[in-house]
């Protein structure tokens, strides 16, 4: 069975502060895609990034970045100079890879709240 | 804009009561998905379909609930007999059969009273 742990439930930290969110999976797949999405007091899930599990390459968008680490099965995201924009539920998921239909196995999600 | 839209954003119902909601897909996208999302949890999944087959439903999907894709494009979730447990989010997404990431509607926003 497949599983995601976000056991941060909320993080508070002011502008301009680096933040980071943890995310820990349990999966029997050998190959498998990870996610994180966004969720903004708006309702409207937003999608951040897809990892493929044979791709442990960490990747940088602008002040967003993700460490994923097989070792630990971990992919945490850390956002760097936050902002107040950033303010939202950030939710990291898993599905299978493959010719399944992928369903998305989410996290509770870690509310992040950045203030001025 | 192209993206994911669902309709209603929000229904309010009384418990008993027939709802149904419609979700459209990004429009080259053959694979759509419907999630629940409950106060302070992440989405569950619900079902699945590719073009207007629905291949996949999940246990939380009770015999009250039904959802159809007719012709591949639009896809409709029915509750029957609302109870109060089934107030949440519902959110559609959808996904093309070359990328893996789904994308989002704005969810329907259930309250059963």
């Known amino acids: 069975a497949q599983k995601v742990t976000q056991a941060q439930t909320e993080i508070s930290v002011v502008e301009k502060e680096d933040v980071t969110l943890d995310c820990v999976y349990e999966t029997r797949d050998t190959t498998y895609y990870l996610f994180w999405y966004k969720q903004p007091p708006s309702g409207e899930l937003v999608f951040l990034i897809r990892r493929n599990s044979f791709d442990e390459q960490n990747e940088i968008s602008g002040r967003y970045s993700w460490n994923f680490q097989k070792s630990t099965s971990s992919f945490n995201f850390t956002i760097t100079a936050s902002q107040v924009v950033d303010s939202a539920v950030y939710f990291c998921?898993?599905?299978?890879?493959?010719?399944?239909?992928?369903?998305?196995?989410f996290g509770t999600g870690t509310r992040l709240l950045v203030s001025p | 804009d192209t993206g994911v839209s669902q309709d209603p954003r929000h229904k309010i119902t009384k418990r008993g009561q027939n709802v149904t909601f419609r979700c459209d897909p990004i429009?080259?996208?053959?694979?759509l998905y419907w999630y629940r999302q409950t106060l302070g949890q992440g989405p569950e999944f619900l079902t699945y379909?590719?073009?207007?087959?629905?291949?996949?439903k999940s246990r939380l999907l009770s015999d009250r609930f039904s959802a159809e894709r007719p012709k591949g494009s639009f896809s409709t979730l029915e509750i029957q007999r609302t109870e109060q447990g089934d107030s949440a989010m519902y959110l559609c997404?959808?996904?093309?059969?070359?990328?893996?990431?789904?994308?989002f509607g704005p969810g329907t926003r259930l309250t059963v009273l």
């Open positions: 429009s080259e996208h053959n694979r």
């Open positions: 998921a898993l599905s299978e890879a493959g010719t399944g239909f992928q369903k998305l196995v």
């Open positions: 997404a959808s996904r093309s059969d070359y990328y893996n990431e789904q994308f």
């Open positions: 379909f590719q073009n207007e087959a629905q291949l996949e």
